[in-house]
């Protein structure tokens, strides 16, 4: 069964340190999202891509977040500077098309000291 | 302002009793609902999911009820099993925002044996 793919699983990082989380999605997939999960919450979404474009990214802090998906199959999510705040499960999904279920990767798990 | 909510944050069920999770939602342009199970250090996996013209959707030992008047959407799983044991998170989108997910907090499930 396809499987939406993240790496790393984990990551520790000392704040104001750069960061970047990537993730492949099911293949044939065009819609990804990128979702934070702060321990205790349900998932938020940060961003949405339909192929290369961002559809939505109105909650993402644009200040110091930044998302790519260049060639409309893999993505970045990349934070710089790490603030202690953003401890939390970062995960991916996609779906066939912007109508269609969501399906998970297991996220990278950020810890910021 | 959490415009879905699960207001339990965990249930305990013996084996083979029914289990029945809750979800309210407030915003009435929510037309699309599902429910996603979470194991730990996973992603969230699809289980089920129910269109706003139905009241009933059914598989196999899971089915969610949806009251529309009542913005309240409940998940049974019948019988429950120890596997079960897991987070489950409600989650709601409208169809004039693309399929954006709203996740409610979720509510761990602990089926003892």
């Known amino acids: 069964e396809a499987e939406v793919a993240q790496s790393p699983r984990y990551k520790i990082t000392e704040k104001s340190q750069a960061v970047a989380f990537w993730c492949d999605p099911i293949s044939g997939h065009a819609t990804l999202y990128w979702y934070r999960q702060i321990l205790g919450q349900g998932p938020e979404l940060l961003v949405q891509f339909q192929d290369e474009s961002v559809v939505d990214d109105s909650q993402l802090p644009k200040d110091r977040f930044s998302a790519e998906r260049l060639k409309g199959v893999d993505s970045t999510l990349k934070i710089q500077p790490a603030e202690l705040g953003d401890s939390a499960m970062y995960l991916c999904?996609?779906?066939?098309?912007?109508?269609?279920?969501?399906?998970f990767g297991p996220g990278t798990r950020l810890t910021v000291l | 302002d959490q415009q879905v909510k699960q207001n339990s944050p965990s249930l305990s069920v013996q084996e083979g009793r029914i289990s029945i999770l809750n979800c309210d939602y407030t915003n009435s342009m929510f037309d699309y609902f599902l429910w996603y199970k979470k194991y730990p250090a996973e992603g969230p996996t699809f289980l089920i999911s129910i269109s706003s013209i139905k009241d009933k959707n059914e598989d196999g030992r899971f089915t969610v009820f949806l009251n529309k008047s009542a913005k309240h959407l409940s998940l049974h799983i019948v019988p429950s099993q120890p596997g079960d044991s897991a987070v489950y998170f409600c989650a709601a989108s409208a169809n004039n925002a693309g399929n954006m997910l709203t996740f409610g907090g979720g509510t761990r499930l602990m089926v003892k044996p």
């Open positions: 999904a996609s779906s066939k098309g912007s109508a269609d279920t969501q399906y």
